[in-house]
């Protein structure tokens, strides 16, 4: 292996540790609000299932297919251990 | 006496200190368990659960408890001389901070990795939690009050190091949104980051920015003031953006920083060699409060810290890959804690002066040395810089930036945390016009700080800074005090001895309650109206969480004498 590879590879090596070390703390804050602000999102389309009146449930029909997905660890999430009616999702 | 031998003596005792009593605390009081697995396998979620390796972990943990407090704290304590400062900050390191944090993030892993303030409740009781909120509503109060005034004091000595500071946050954004746009290694947009930052330096010099001109010599708009009401501005719109705009690039520059200072004052004390000048033990001058029991809540981060409590259970616990890697990451990061208070104490005792006669008119009164605390700092850490070649004006601006980067990342996380304390007690006591109203809550947030900040040297109604410090202290022990509560009860309900965890629990209850009542004698004398009920709401707090303790810890051995099992831990509601 000449020099110049090693050297390659060192620096490979460096960048994946202060991306460990620093940047990964960062993006999975930037995840954490992300998903917080997807859970706000969720539970006002979702108003309908926990029984609240929601006045615009017609209009947000079409987006809860793409919010149903991960329901499960939604409401694990916020401390419920099931949702809706047995069976219907765990 | 060499700086480096002291930095040698506590780097082995530290290493003694994780090599037996760690262990001891692993295997006889947390028995870690290497086959349990932990929230983070089985709560997995790829954001806030998840399996990190202990070293990365360890890295993360440190930079979310180091900062500005480790720092000023032994900065103010060298006045009764470096003996009882390093001891408590030695001794507390081993015997208290490393139990507490390492406890807390034990009992938090083996309760799906909840907060301290939920295991109080399930731990102990439902009152608890409320003693909690209100501890923590303190304690914010006076951390977001103290670092104001920090930041104004380096503002005031060093208007040099104001431009620096104003470009960092545009700096800040800019890597933020680099590393969020692209998928890139960051590290050499980081380096480069940094080096912009430190150049900033030189920008700094040629146009320092005073606010001599608009203040006042005395009362309420001096130069100091000033900038704390402007910072407090400044909190009020950054606390009410997205934490990813500002905060958390903010945080990322400053982990950086964290390590570049350690390595500057590492580096420096060895490089040069520098005597300590300070005596081992300063006698106290008539009218400054006695080392005993202030030592004990003037070093209160660096020794042991409330705080750590909630980044081991908040964030840690949910990372931990393994349980046995509870032992490194926690007993190491209170140690990685102690060794910056040690930095501290060196810069301030070392670094700072040349000889014991200027050093003795630095730390002349404790009025003086606690004003002039983190100024004391930033000039020990320059003479640190200096002996790897730095020239002194630049040296002293770039650790006066690395002080008012934490402390202001500190305020900005404090006024936002501060901001969710006053809705939920408003929740609770029915005032929905608060609890529902961000703004108000905000500015709520903001300006009991703002006028616990304003006295400090305020004109007669006004204190000296280390008083309103050591209050900041005694909250931070409170909290620590019922993170160590819950572990006792943990621990004895578990049938294994408590008396590693009661040690440090009796200790620290005492002291704290103790320089409470003697400062509330002191402030209803000198007719201190806003401190002395602050002082005695606090004590209350204290003699509530003393008696919450000990009921708990009674009815905790009751129920490990009958076989109970241990009751099961409540959903987040």
Known sequence: MSLTSRLAAAWRRLERGHDQLFVARWRQGVRREARRQQDTLRALVLLESLGVDNPVAYETLEAIPYLVADVHAWHRRMGQESFGDAGVCC | ?573
């Open chain 2, 1 to 573: 006496m060499p700086a480096i031998v002291v930095a040698l003596v506590v780097a082995v005792l530290f290493f003694l200190g994780y090599r037996y009593y760690s262990s001891y605390l692993a295997t006889k009081v947390y028995a870690l368990d290497p086959a349990f697995v932990t929230p983070a396998h089985s709560m997995r979620d790829g954001v806030d659960f998840m399996p990190t390796n202990k070293h990365v972990l360890f890295g993360h943990h440190f930079t979310s408890v180091a900062g500005a407090a480790p720092i000023v704290g032994p900065a103010i304590a060298v006045f009764w001389g470096w003996g009882p400062a390093l001891a408590w900050v030695v001794l507390g390191t081993i015997f208290a901070a490393g139990v507490h944090d390492f406890g807390a993030l034990a009992v938090s892993v083996r309760h799906r990795a909840r907060s301290i303030g939920s295991l109080a409740k399930d731990v102990i009781n439902k009152r608890a939690r409320a003693l909690f909120l209100l501890i923590i509503f303190f304690l914010l109060t006076l951390v977001n009050a103290v670092f104001a005034v920090v930041i104004g004091n380096l503002f005031v000595a060093n208007p040099e190091a104001v431009l620096p500071i104003l470009l960092e946050i545009p700096l800040a954004i800019g890597i933020g949104q680099y590393i969020y746009r692209t998928r890139s290694a960051a590290l050499i947009p980081s380096i480069v980051g940094v080096i912009l930052l430190y150049a900033s330096i030189l920008l700094g010099q040629l146009l320092p920015i005073s606010l001599a001109g608009i203040a006042a010599e005395d009362g309420l708009f001096t130069e100091r003031n000033i900038w704390v009401i402007l910072l407090f501005a400044y909190t009020f719109i950054a606390s009410r953006l997205p934490v990813w705009v500002l905060l958390q690039p903010r945080d990322y520059i400053n982990s950086h920083q964290l390590f570049i200072a350690l390595g500057v004052i590492g580096l420096g004390v060895i490089v040069g060699m520098d005597q300590i000048v300070a005596p081992a033990f300063n006698d106290t001058p008539e009218g400054s409060p006695h080392w005993f029991p202030f030592l004990f809540i003037t070093i209160a981060c660096g020794a042991i810290s409330g705080f750590h409590s909630l980044v081991s259970s908040g964030t840690t616990s949910k990372q931990l890959d393994k349980e046995t890697d509870a032992r490194y990451v926690g007993y190491m990061g209170a140690v990685g804690e102690g060794s910056l208070a040690v930095g501290s104490i060196l810069a301030c005792t070392a670094g700072i002066a040349a000889t014991q006669v200027e050093w003795n008119e630095l730390y002349a009164s404790f009025a003086t040395a606690s004003d002039g605390a983190a100024g004391n700092f930033v000039g020990g850490v320059a003479s640190f810089a200096e002996n790897l070649g730095i020239s002194n004006s630049i040296a002293v601006i770039f650790a006066a930036i690395v002080v008012i980067s934490f402390a202001a990342t500190t305020m900005d996380t404090g006024v936002r945390l501060q901001r969710y304390i006053v809705q939920e007690i408003a929740e609770i006591a029915g005032a929905r016009v608060i609890s529902r109203n961000v703004t108000i809550a905000t500015a709520l947030a903001v300006l009991i700080p703002l006028v616990m900040a304003l006295l400090p040297g305020g004109g007669e109604a006004g204190y000296t800074f280390g008083v309103l410090w050591q209050l900041f202290g005694t909250t931070n022990q409170l909290t620590a005090g019922l993170a160590l509560a819950v572990i006792a009860v943990w621990v004895t309900r578990r049938r294994r001895n408590p008396v590693a965890v009661l040690i440090p629990l009796v200790f620290l209850l005492a002291m704290t309650s103790w320089a409470l009542v003697v400062n509330l004698g002191n402030f209803i004398e000198e007719q201190q109206w806003v401190l002395a009920p602050l002082d005695a709401i606090i004590f209350v707090l204290a003699l509530w969480l003393i008696v919450e303790a000990a009921l708990a810890l009674r009815k905790g051995r009751l129920a490990a004498l009958a076989g109970e099992p241990e009751p099961e831990p409540e959903h987040e509601r």
